[in-house]
């Protein structure tokens, strides 16, 4: 008999998917954590957010290699001050709010 989820009886394989976030969401939660500009570990990053310490781990490498948040004596903040504004809608994804656009 195969691993089901009881409640929906759905096969095992579907709750994992059903589990992942919204395309986004890790580096939005990221990003929101680091927003008031103080550095934080990887670790830190992982229990504030509830997130996976490898995922955020990862998360954070390829931020650093883009440049939207830098590299700190501990851990990792925020690359400029000026960013940290503009984090509240970081990692939204939608339609475009420009009426000349839609």
Do not use: C, F, N, W
């Not at 960013?83 to 420009?98: C, I, K, L, Q």
Request: no cysteine; net charge negative.
């Amino acid at each position: 008999m195969p691993d089901t989820d009881r409640p929906s009886g759905r096969p095992a394989a579907h709750r994992t998917a059903e589990l992942r976030t919204a395309p986004g969401a890790t580096k939005a939660a990221i990003l929101a954590a680091l927003k008031d500009g103080s550095a934080m570990t990887a670790g830190e990053i992982a229990t504030a957010t509830g997130l996976h310490r490898a995922t955020v781990s990862t998360t954070l490498s390829r931020l650093a290699t883009s440049g939207e948040i830098a590299k700190a004596a501990r851990g990792y903040q925020i690359a400029h001050e000026s960013d940290a504004a503009a984090v509240d809608g970081a990692g939204e994804t939608g339609t475009p709010t420009d009426p000349d656009v839609v």
